[in-house]
């Protein structure tokens, strides 16, 4: 009976993917093909023209020499640390929910039901570390020492052992029924043991090895062979898959669904909230501290401190780490790879979207903003408040972490970041208030050009507004290499920038509805 | 008197803090039609899930024929029709028939799903897919699906919902048919008249049974009413 059950399991799957192949236009698909791999390329040169910058120095060469595979190596163990917590919470396979209730209902193993989904799953993970880090490749090759290709090639292995370890790592885990709790203090484990490597100066974790890998040109071949041991995780992850909870399947299967379908929409307010249902973040019943006294400043500003109070510990973990990210990505721009600016501000971004809830709450429950007395315009306006300071505070970590990391020491850095901290807020408040109101950017009922253009604006908008907020950075570094005052040449900028994004923030949200 | 198809021990289940069922114990006999009532909420969905090996029990534990279940041996005996049919959108209903026969290992099938679109009233849509079918057809080609395979148990949530009368009597005598060819019924529903049909009656609320006995009692009608 099994027999029968697995040949028709293999059968109808082959069916499924014969149609869908048939379904496929060819030449819209080469033509897709294409335009991506003609703007992949032309996106490439151009950031490679612009990190170009200046070649590294005997001190900044001997820092990438000795942090440099441990830097690495907490990108992986981060990455190995999500998965492991992505598999406490029951991923990362996505199924349709047919397949939950046709396919693991059947009398035959749910290993080999499920193996060919972990596959599929682990073939999708690895291309994307591959290109990634073929690109981060790439970006060393511009300024380290070495041939071209080595980097790119290094760059791209490590990025697939990366790839291919988050999501093994999540495999193990839900395979084992690992849980949340013991998930996430392996987890923390493999973080410490990455952080201690960096620390130390030393290489005993494997996920170090694997950050050596990608610093081949460099370091040579030698114990970055040990890295390979990362691969053991998505053997295993294969091998427990059939462990996987039907009832967390079944959970992430309603909810992926959804979640391809929001981003296809490119909704991003429905990709937040589908997004924190998978990760079962929800607000705590209790806030951290309560909001006291009367409410003098307005019950706008009071609701919106009573949501941000009850933000789990995930998310306000989340929104100090994208700040410190933001603060490393600033800081990597400044002493000579400018592009980077652009993930500070996409870092801001990123938190702001969690920040403006208390507006995104508004669209979700229209029909209680529509009861009050006054316009959109109005409440938006009071909305905003709250997710400035927050951000502002996001910033302030950013800064805090740049001016760590400055080699000329803090107090010089500490003024330009502080100076440039307050448009990259405002930028990436506005941007992501742009984000999560008015729902999806392709709306079906906007048709037409003019529709298109909307859909373009929706979406490429809020991540513009979020990059001109950083440009006072980039001025100021410029100023910096002509011998000028940074100071005096970012400020300007830096009200230019909030007056573009306020001058945008009034025009398309403070309109009356 | 024949071994429980289905029994429970102590059977737990919890969300959270939420307790969804409490220390439950019950046996079903094959070929009983045992009708599962209980107010929004009750546990009676939970129940159902749980013998499916859907969820897994917190405490306790169920059984299908002996097996724990959820375990290869248990899903061979136990149909589950759900309360939101999830089909794939790139098959056809046939085709969806062809395939969960097969999973189960049944090769002859054709004449079976034949008769069940026939009598269900879906020869005409056999080659659609389900994805355009209107709710009530949806849960049709759902109960078509629950049917097409052999079962010792069948685990039906609300299944009469959405449905029109003459499929409503339809599903009646498949499920009477099922109950008397052996296989044992638990129904989930709100509905007296099928509660009525049914050989036993178990009601839930909070996660407890509160009535366990005759389906044709002025306490049955009292809790289906209640809700």
């Not at chain 1, 690895?126 to 041939?147: C, D, E, K, S, Y």
């Not at chain 1, 484990?189 to 050596?212: K, M, N, Q, Y």
């Not at chain 1, 950017?441 to 298109?452: D, K, Q, T, Y």
Request: glycine share 12%.
């Amino acid at each position: 009976m099994a027999r029968v059950g697995i040949q028709a399991l293999r059968e109808m799957r082959r069916a499924r993917r014969r149609r869908a192949y048939e379904e496929i236009d060819w030449i819209d698909a080469v033509y897709r093909v294409y335009v991506i791999a003609l703007f992949s390329a032309l996106g490439t040169s151009f950031v490679s023209g612009l990190v170009g910058g200046r070649p590294v120095t005997p001190t900044e060469l001997s820092g990438a020499l000795d942090f440099g595979p441990a830097v690495g190596g907490l990108v992986v163990a981060g990455a190995i640390a999500a998965g492991l917590r992505s598999g406490g919470r029951g991923g990362p396979l996505v199924l349709l929910p047919a397949d939950v209730s046709i396919v693991l209902l059947a009398p035959i193993s749910r290993a080999v039901a499920l193996r060919g989904i972990a596959i599929r799953q682990l073939r999708f993970s690895g291309f994307l570390g591959t290109v990634v880090g073929m690109i981060a490749g790439n970006l060393a090759a511009q300024r380290l020492p070495g041939a071209y290709l080595p980097w790119v090639i290094s760059g791209g292995v490590a990025g697939l052992i990366t790839g291919l370890a988050y999501t093994g790592s999540a495999l193990v885990a839900c395979g084992l029924r690992a849980g949340r709790r013991l998930a996430g203090l392996i987890a923390a484990g493999v973080l410490g043991w990455s952080i201690a490597d960096l620390l130390g100066r030393t290489a005993t974790s494997p996920a170090t090895f694997a950050g050596r890998v990608a610093m081949l040109p460099m370091h040579g071949l030698g114990t970055p062979v040990l890295a390979l041991i990362l691969l053991g995780l998505p053997l295993a992850g294969l091998g427990f898959v059939g462990g996987t909870s039907l009832e967390a399947a079944r959970r992430q299967a309603g909810l992926a669904a959804q979640l391809r379908f929001a981003v296809t929409m490119q909704d991003v307010r429905t990709v937040i909230l589908l997004r924190r249902q998978l990760s079962a973040e929800g607000p705590r019943r209790r806030p951290w501290l309560r909001v006291s006294g009367p409410a003098r400043r307005g019950p706008v500003w009071r609701r919106d401190w009573q949501g941000v109070l009850r933000w789990p510990a995930p998310r306000i973990v989340r929104v100090l780490v994208l700040g410190a990210a933001a603060g490393v990505a600033a800081s990597a721009a400044w002493e000579g790879t400018p592009v980077l600016v652009a993930l500070a501000g996409l870092a801001l971004l990123v938190a702001a979207l969690d920040a403006v809830e208390g507006l995104a709450q508004e669209d979700d429950h229209p029909t209680m903003s529509g009861l009050l007395p006054h316009g959109s315009g109005w409440l938006t306006l009071r909305h905003l408040a709250v997710p400035m300071i927050v951000v502002m505070g996001v910033a302030v970590v950013g800064v805090a972490v740049g001016a760590a990391l400055a080699p000329a020491g803090v107090a010089g850095v500490l003024g330009i970041g502080l100076v440039a901290a307050i448009p990259a807020t405002v930028g990436a408040v506005i941007g992501a208030a742009l984000s999560v109101r008015g729902g999806a950017a392709i709306n079906p009922l906007e048709v037409g050009p003019f529709g298109s253009v909307l859909a373009v604006a929706r979406i490429v908008g809020p991540p513009l507004l979020a990059l001109i907020g950083v440009v006072p950075l980039a001025v100021a570094r410029i100023a910096v290499d002509a011998h000028q005052p940074a100071l005096a040449a970012a400020a300007p900028v830096a009200v230019g920038a909030v007056l573009v994004s306020l001058a945008v923030g009034a025009a398309v949200l403070l309109r009356e509805a | 008197m024949a071994e429980p198809i289905l029994q429970t021990i102590d059977l737990v289940a919890t969300y959270g803090d939420h307790v969804a069922l409490e220390r439950l114990n019950y046996r079903v006999r094959p070929g009983s039609r045992v009708a599962l009532v209980g107010p929004n909420g009750a546990g009676k969905s939970t129940f159902l899930r749980l013998a499916a090996g859907l969820l897994e029990p917190s405490g306790g534990e169920v059984t299908i024929g002996g097996h724990p279940a959820g375990s290869i041996e248990a899903r061979r005996l136990t149909s589950y029709l759900p309360d939101t049919p999830s089909m794939y959108d790139d098959l056809s209903l046939n085709e969806h028939l062809e395939y969960v026969a097969r999973l189960h290992g049944e090769t002859a099938w054709e004449d079976r799903a034949a008769d069940l679109l026939d009598r269900l009233g879906l020869t005409e849509r056999g080659g659609d897919p389900p994805g355009g079918f209107s709710k009530g057809m949806r849960q049709k080609a759902s109960i078509a699906l629950a049917f097409v395979r052999p079962f010792s148990l069948l685990l039906a949530d609300e299944p009469f919902d959405g449905l029109d009368p003459r499929s409503r009597e339809a599903l009646d005598l498949l499920v009477a048919e099922a109950a008397g060819g052996g296989a044992a019924v638990i129904l989930a529903t709100h509905h007296l008249d099928i509660v009525e049909r049914a050989s036993r009656c178990l009601a839930i609320d909070e996660g407890e049974v509160v009535y366990d006995g005759p389906p044709d009692t002025p306490e049955v009608a009292r809790l289906v009413g209640s809700r």
